[in-house]
């Protein structure tokens, strides 16, 4: 059973950086894609960032592009999502998920494995 935890989020100034964690717990990551969700108050989960179990293959979301990095370390089996610039439009609960083969990276319900999220708030 993969067990996901994720970690890094808070209370931040708009213009700022955080990092996102995502754990697997008693586990390795190796063999899984992953990816980034988000659920902002009233709207629904939408892919941020995914990237594909050998590490080369990566999607991001239109709004994530040039400003977040997701990767891989396979020694920590954590994977990353680096967020720089943040204005308060990416204020969300955040989600790592994982799953072992699927369609495309950006699709949620293709996932099997759900953390139970961080929350991260933006303010101006």
């Known amino acids: 059973q993969v067990h996901l935890v994720e970690s890094g989020g808070g209370l931040i100034q708009a213009g700022t950086s955080l990092r996102l964690s995502c754990t697997f717990a008693g586990g390795t990551l190796r063999g899984y894609d992953v990816g980034w969700f988000r659920q902002a108050p009233g709207k629904e989960r939408q892919i941020v960032a995914a990237i594909g179990w050998g590490g080369s293959n990566t999607y991001y979301d239109y709004s994530a592009r040039g400003r977040f990095t997701i990767s891989k370390d396979y020694d920590k089996n954590t994977v990353y999502l680096q967020s720089n610039s943040l204005n308060p439009e990416d204020t969300a609960d955040y989600y790592c998920?994982?799953?072992?083969?699927?369609?495309?990276?950006?699709?949620?319900?293709?996932?099997?494995?759900w953390g139970q999220g961080t929350q991260v708030t933006v303010v101006s």
């Open positions: 998920a994982a799953r072992l083969h699927g369609p495309s990276l950006s699709l949620d319900y293709s996932y099997d494995y």
